[in-house]
């Protein structure tokens, strides 16, 4: 099983940017696709960004495209989740996934 540990998670103004990190270990994570996810209290996880296992291939909800960028290092096996222009509404904790794997979340807060 894959072990995941998220960062970079904080307090941002309206109209500032955060990048998140998740790293992994326990598994070539070469092989693997890997999700960003979200939650609310309240409310259901909900996917925002995936990336191919190469990086080649990336995809992401309509409610953060054009401002959130996912990315990957391979060789230092992890996961990016760069984000610009936040608005309240992105406020969540912020969760990575592979397969069956969920790091313990990060809590991002956009507030003036």
């Known amino acids: 099983q894959v072990q995941l540990v998220e960062s970079g998670g904080g307090l941002v103004q309206p109209g500032g940017s955060l990048r998140l990190s998740c790293v992994a270990s326990?598994?070539?994570?070469?092989?693997?696709?890997m999700k960003w996810y979200r939650q609310v209290p309240g409310k259901g996880r909900e996917w925002v960004a995936f990336?191919?296992?190469?990086?080649?291939?990336?995809n992401y909800a309509d409610s953060v495209k054009g401002r959130f960028t996912v990315s990957r290092d391979n060789r230092k096996k992890t996961l990016y989740l760069q984000m610009d222009s936040l608005k309240p509404e992105d406020t969540a904790v912020y969760y990575c996934n592979t397969q069956d794997s969920w790091g313990q979340g990060t809590q991002v807060t956009v507030s003036s």
């Open positions: 990336i191919s296992p190469s990086g080649d291939v990336t």
């Open positions: 326990g598994y070539p994570v070469t092989l693997l696709t």
